[in-house]
């Protein structure tokens, strides 16, 4: 069930697998982000799941705003690859160039499961030239090279999605995000832009990142601008 990125992929992010059997998630999401990182039971929980929406599986490091403590963590991770619900796994940009997720990506090649690699700035906005940079380092290892960062004004926005069109007119899947309230926006408009996965969790008190909308709110708007 491997995701496919070639257009825009709305996802449902929830450490509770039932939430994909929300009426709103069925009609408005494309896949479930599964943050294994919040969940209890990860692995038991994939290895139950029996929905129809494919799962993007997250273990996110405590460095990246996550839960997960980084000892066996991505191997937990590559366990959750070789789920047949799961199409796609989420690692770390920092995790792949230290060597640490080679083992995990092998997996995904091995069982034909799409990477995203991501990378997060809580801090700020780097420079768009930054920007472009690290999209394209993470797009060497990657399906898909997701980057979010944090905006303290619209130019840090407009620095965002002037990196998202440039990698997308040269062919490159990214997903970009501007968390908090001033890069909310970016959510509903990268995707004009180019950016192939947004993220929105069925109710809107159970946002894993800051500036989330609501899903049924993130489709309407994508819908609309697209």
Do not use: C, W
């Not at 990246?64 to 690692?91: C, F, K, M, N, Y």
């Not at 770390?92 to 499961?113: P, Y």
């Amino acid at each position: 069930m491997r995701i496919e990125f070639d257009s825009f992929v709305l996802a449902a992010p929830t450490a509770d697998l039932s939430d994909a059997d929300d009426p709103i998630a069925r009609e408005h999401a494309d896949a479930v982000e599964f943050r294994m990182d919040l969940a209890d039971e990860p692995l038991g929980g994939l290895e139950n799941y029996d929905g129809d929406l494919p799962i993007l599986a997250t273990n996110r490091t405590e460095r990246e705003g996550g839960e997960a403590a980084d000892d066996g963590r991505l191997e937990t991770l590559a366990e959750a690859a070789r789920i047949d619900a799961v199409g796609a796994i989420d690692v770390e940009l920092e995790s792949i160039l230290e060597g640490e997720a080679d083992g995990l990506l092998e997996t995904a090649r091995e069982r034909d499961v799409a990477v995203v690699a991501s990378s997060h700035d809580f801090e700020g906005t780097p420079p768009r030239t930054e920007l472009v940079r690290t999209l394209t380092e993470a797009g060497k290892y990657a399906d898909v090279a997701k980057l979010a960062v944090t905006a303290e004004s619209k130019a840090d926005t407009l620095a965002l999605l002037s990196a998202t069109e440039r990698l997308t007119a040269h062919g490159d899947a990214v997903a970009t995000m501007a968390m908090g309230d001033v890069g909310s926006h970016t959510r509903a408009v990268a995707p004009v832009y180019g950016s192939k996965i947004g993220y929105a969790p069925v109710d809107p008190e159970a946002a894993t990142a800051p500036g989330q909308y609501d899903l049924e709110t993130l489709s309407e708007l994508v819908s609309q601008l697209k």
